[in-house]
């Protein structure tokens, strides 16, 4: 057979390969395919790929993800055939070379030895890899890093968070046992540096003077948002921390867990009518002296009665005058705060008790998103409120059955939404 094909082909005039030749070709054959197939499991690999938190340098065309696209870009920029980004300099080093192709390739494939990029605050910070010490300073930092299923890495608490209030906190007792390290607006630094953390998250803090005095990375996040025009920055943030902590599998669950919750409630009152949604004063902001748009009030069903007025000012929050808020005669008032808010709401805003809330004993407290507030709070808190706000339409809803689920499901403690509410004095409506 073989001589018949080598006469063939000499008849056509194709000429006879060499044996050497012919496996060489074969070879060059076999790399392309492989090289090809390389590239492609690092192109679509989930496993080979950073997503979630975007604005990492080595995120050479500002995507959503960081994949062997972006190495390409690289390249092209060094080519001159595409325009330099910020992220395509992805060692932080001040020029584009194919060294950022090859820390690129390293944070594809979760290798590198540092990882360089903007936070909250747009700040550029570099931090190693992997990190095995963290101090978050303030209740919002610490809880994030606790969710994220690294609270073993925690090795110093703030002051406020020491007090011992917050769901993370009652979830993990012992970190009430760490050094303190002062708070958010006055950092120890001393005792940040005898740590020796390999990151300082801050919330709401200047992060650069607490570097500059430290000489360790500070990563700036936002927290938990829960003015419902930025709730989806809440992701942001904690998609941020994840890819800091080498959690970023945990923070797509944890938000598709959220949205998956929140659906559950969202997919019934958003079919409701506008004008059959009760209308809600919600004074949750410094205790129950200020109200402010509260995202699980519409989610849960209910018109916020202040979210115009607040808007038209350009207000974060406000305290209202009794008479507009008569004018607008809520038929629901909800109380952030702690203690027996209920108790103390005609003392705080005098007048009210003309309202239909008032009148109809429709005034409850809810844990309230000050200082306080929680990312897992925040489907609590409208499951809550949309059985009280819709007792027909969620009859069969058991909110603190469901409450304690959702915090097992995050925190992995039984009992904790009662647990919360006994810490911080709460009066929270209970159904027989």
Same mark, same amino acid.
């Given at each position: 057979?073989?001589?018949?094909?080598?006469?063939?082909?000499? !008849? +056509?005039?194709?000429?006879?390969?060499?044996?050497?030749?012919?496996?060489?070709?074969?070879?060059?054959?076999? !790399?392309?395919?492989?090289?090809?197939?390389?590239? =492609? +499991?690092?192109?679509?690999?989930? !496993?080979?790929?950073?997503?979630?938190? &975007?604005?990492?340098?080595? $995120?050479? $065309?500002?995507?959503?993800?960081?994949? %062997?696209?972006?190495?390409?870009?690289?390249?092209?920029? +060094?080519?001159?055939?595409?325009?330099? /980004?910020?992220?395509?300099?992805?060692?932080?080093?001040?020029?584009?070379? %194919?060294?950022?192709?090859?820390? =690129?390739?390293?944070?594809?494939?979760?290798?590198?030895?540092?990882? /360089?990029?903007?936070?909250?605050?747009?700040? /550029?910070? =570099?931090?190693?890899?992997?990190?095995?010490?963290?101090?978050?300073?303030?209740?919002?930092?610490?809880?994030?890093?606790?969710?994220?299923?690294?609270?073993?890495?925690?090795?110093?608490?703030?002051?406020?968070?020491?007090?011992?209030?917050?769901?993370?906190?009652?979830?993990?007792?012992?970190? %009430?046992?760490?050094?303190?390290? @002062?708070?958010?607006?006055? *950092? $120890?630094?001393? !005792?940040?540096?005898?740590?020796?953390?390999d990151v300082v998250f801050v919330f709401h803090a200047a992060a650069?003077?607490?570097?500059?005095? /430290?000489?360790?990375?500070?990563?700036?996040?936002?927290?938990?948002?829960?003015?419902?025009?930025?709730?989806?920055?809440?992701?942001? &943030?904690?998609?941020?921390?994840?890819?800091?902590?080498?959690?970023?599998?945990?923070?797509?669950?944890? +938000?598709?867990?959220?949205?998956?919750?929140?659906?559950?409630?969202?997919?019934?009152?958003?079919?409701?009518?506008?004008?059959?949604?009760?209308?809600?004063?919600?004074?949750?902001?410094? @205790?129950?002296?200020?109200?402010?748009?509260?995202?699980?009030?519409?989610?849960?069903?209910?018109? $916020?009665?202040?979210?115009?007025?607040?808007?038209?000012?350009?207000?974060? &929050?406000?305290?209202?005058? *009794?008479?507009?808020?008569?004018?607008?005669?809520?038929?629901?008032?909800?109380?952030?705060?702690?203690?027996?808010?209920?108790?103390?709401?005609?003392?705080?805003?005098?007048?009210?008790?003309? =309202?239909?809330?008032?009148?109809?004993?429709?005034?409850?407290?809810?844990?309230?998103?000050?200082?306080?507030?929680d990312l897992i709070q925040m489907p609590v808190e409208t499951y809550? %409120?949309?059985?009280?706000?819709?007792?027909?339409?969620?009859?069969?809803?058991?909110?603190?059955?469901?409450?304690?689920?959702?915090?097992?499901?995050?925190?992995?403690?039984?009992?904790?939404?009662?647990?919360?509410?006994?810490?911080?004095?709460?009066?929270?409506?209970?159904?027989?």
């Amino acid at each position: 057979m073989r001589r018949k094909e080598a006469l063939r082909r000499s !008849a +056509i005039g194709i000429p006879k390969q060499k044996g050497g030749e012919k496996k060489k070709k074969m070879k060059t054959k076999t !790399a392309i395919l492989v090289g090809i197939a390389i590239c =492609t +499991i690092l192109l679509t690999s989930p !496993a080979l790929a950073s997503a979630g938190y &975007s604005k990492i340098y080595g $995120n050479a $065309n500002e995507d959503d993800v960081l994949d %062997m696209r972006d190495v390409t870009y690289i390249k092209l920029v +060094i080519f001159g055939k595409k325009p330099a /980004t910020t992220l395509a300099d992805a060692n932080y080093d001040g020029k584009i070379s %194919m060294l950022d192709v090859g820390q =690129t390739k390293l944070i594809i494939l979760g290798k590198e030895k540092k990882l /360089t990029l903007k936070d909250q605050a747009d700040r /550029t910070v =570099t931090v190693p890899r992997p990190i095995e010490r963290v101090v978050p300073l303030g209740p919002p930092a610490l809880r994030d890093t606790v969710i994220l299923g690294a609270a073993d890495k925690v090795v110093g608490i703030d002051i406020h968070s020491v007090r011992g209030r917050h769901f993370c906190v009652q979830a993990h007792p012992e970190l %009430m046992d760490l050094p303190t390290v @002062g708070s958010h607006r006055e *950092p $120890n630094v001393e !005792a940040i540096v005898n740590l020796k953390p390999d990151v300082v998250f801050v919330f709401h803090a200047a992060a650069d003077p607490i570097q500059e005095q /430290t000489g360790i990375p500070v990563v700036s996040l936002s927290g938990v948002r829960s003015d419902i025009r930025e709730f989806s920055k809440t992701y942001v &943030s904690l998609r941020l921390a994840g890819k800091v902590l080498g959690k970023e599998d945990r923070a797509e669950w944890l +938000i598709s867990y959220v949205e998956g919750k929140l659906d559950r409630i969202r997919k019934i009152t958003d079919e409701i009518p506008e004008e059959e949604k009760p209308k809600v004063y919600a004074l949750v902001a410094y @205790g129950i002296k200020d109200t402010r748009i509260y995202a699980p009030v519409e989610w849960a069903g209910g018109r $916020n009665v202040a979210k115009e007025y607040l808007i038209s000012h350009g207000l974060y &929050s406000a305290q209202i005058n *009794p008479e507009q808020v008569i004018a607008w005669n809520p038929d629901v008032i909800f109380l952030g705060g702690s203690g027996k808010a209920v108790a103390k709401l005609l003392e705080v805003h005098p007048g009210l008790e003309v =309202t239909k809330a008032v009148k109809e004993g429709k005034v409850y407290q809810i844990f309230g998103p000050y200082v306080c507030w929680d990312l897992i709070q925040m489907p609590v808190e409208t499951y809550y %409120m949309a059985k009280l706000l819709h007792p027909d339409r969620f009859q069969d809803l058991d909110v603190e059955k469901e409450a304690n689920r959702m915090f097992k499901e995050v925190y992995g403690v039984d009992d904790l939404y009662n647990k919360v509410q006994e810490a911080r004095g709460l009066e929270l409506y209970r159904w027989e």
